[in-house]
């Protein structure tokens, strides 16, 4: 019912730059895409980016400045886009969704597929 299609991982340059994206698809009643986490080998997965219950945006001091999270809400998909790439950026990068069947249903969070991002010196 629900699938979260991540891509745009891969290999960069310290300073360089990537786009992932994650589309959402299913026949729910709602399903949104809240944001973008990281975990790299070893650690916690941690909040990267997300869109706020507001409607803003909210970043992880580590990356603010460098990423950017967006949406396409006609394509139902959510993009973060990665500049000046650092080392430490390095880990698996996967994006969070939670959907709801029905009005009254509870809330279920999906995972994507997770894409690596890796970033040498």
């Known amino acids: 019912q629900v699938q979260l299609v991540e891509s745009g991982g891969g290999l960069a340059q310290a300073g360089g730059s990537l786009r992932l994206s994650c589309s959402a698809s299913g026949s729910a009643l709602s399903i949104n895409v809240k944001g973008w986490y990281r975990q790299a080998p070893g650690k916690l997965r941690e909040l990267v980016a997300e869109?706020?219950?507001?409607?803003?945006?909210n970043y992880a001091d580590s990356v603010k400045g460098r990423f950017t999270i967006s949406r396409d809400n006609a394509k139902n998909t959510v993009y973060l886009q990665t500049n000046s790439l650092k080392p430490e950026d390095t880990a698996v990068y996967y994006c969070?969704?939670?959907?709801?069947?029905?009005?009254?249903?509870?809330?279920?969070?999906?995972w994507g597929q997770g894409t690596q991002v890796t970033v040498s010196s």
């Open positions: 869109f706020t219950s507001a409607g803003s945006t």
């Open positions: 969070k969704a939670i959907y709801q069947r029905r009005l009254g249903d509870p809330w279920y969070t999906y």
